[in-house]
T-cell receptor, first 112, second 112 residues
Framework: SQQGEEDPQALSIQEGENATMNCSYKTSINNLQWYRQNSGRGLVHLILIRSNEREKHSGRLRVTLDTSKKSSSLLITASRAADTASYFCATDAPYNTDKLIFGTGTRLQVFP | EPEVTQTPSHQVTQMGQEVILHCVPISNHLYFYWYRQILGQKVEFLVSFYNNEISEKSEIFDDQFSVERPDGSNFTLKIRSTKLEDSAMYFC??????????FGQGTRLTVV
């Protein structure tokens, strides 16, 4: 089993629509982070949510965390063509280690 | 805005050759990491480095890999004898404390 699985694997929407991506994980966490990756490029940190938080906002991004269901969602409102990218959730590993465990990612395509 | 800088952006090497990937983390950061992403796959943890020593390494990080922080600013990843399966995007990351990690743009390593 994998720590960090996103769904859907791919999502295509029109500009102006909202995009929702989900992430599930297996073990307890301290925090969960969302990253964005343009094709073949680096990882850009979007938002971090701690295990004692349920919701966090940053601009057009809204992240929720449900630790009872071990899941998180990333909502991008009023999407733009420039939002086209892959989005990954990453959890800190259990047992107080410092590494991040990344999910499989959601490829978002926003059509103008 | 400070950023993690990686060089080169693309490295092509022959199988069996040694490669060194370079990273300049953000200057006041204390924790350093290498991750890799094989094309189309997840981002995978390789190694973490803190207080001038390796704090954790993955199964991928075998004897062919080593890391150094030779001069207090650079953070290098060396692969002694590259294999075809080492072809991947390699990401360096740093963070000031136990919060979000900042990633570089990556080095695309192609082993031929």
């Amino acid at each position: 089993s994998q720590q960090g699985e996103e769904d859907p694997q791919a999502l295509s929407i029109q500009e102006g629509e909202n995009a929702t991506m989900n992430c599930s994980y297996k073990t307890s966490i301290n925090n969960l982070q969302w990253y964005r990756q343009n094709s073949g490029r680096g990882l850009v940190h979007l938002i971090l949510i701690r295990s004692n938080e349920r919701e966090k906002h940053s601009g057009r991004l809204r992240v929720t965390l449900d630790t009872s269901k071990k899941s998180s969602s990333l909502l991008i409102t009023a999407s733009r063509a420039a939002d086209t990218a892959s989005y990954f959730c990453a959890t800190d590993a259990p047992y107080n280690t410092d590494k991040l465990i990344f999910g499989t990612g959601t490829r978002l395509q926003v059509f103008p | 805005e400070p950023e993690v800088t990686q060089t080169p952006s693309h490295q092509v090497t022959q199988m069996g050759q040694e490669v060194i990937l370079h990273c300049v983390p953000i200057s006041n950061h204390l924790y350093f990491y290498w991750y890799r992403q094989i094309l189309g796959q997840k981002v995978e943890f390789l190694v973490s480095f803190y207080n001038n020593e390796i704090s954790e390494k993955s199964e991928i990080f075998d004897d062919q890999f080593s890391v150094e922080r030779p001069d207090g600013s650079n953070f290098t990843l060396k692969i002694r004898s590259t294999k075809l399966e080492d072809s991947a995007m390699y990401f360096c990351a740093s963070k000031p404390d136990r919060t979000e990690a900042f990633f570089g743009q990556g080095t695309r390593l192609t082993v031929v």
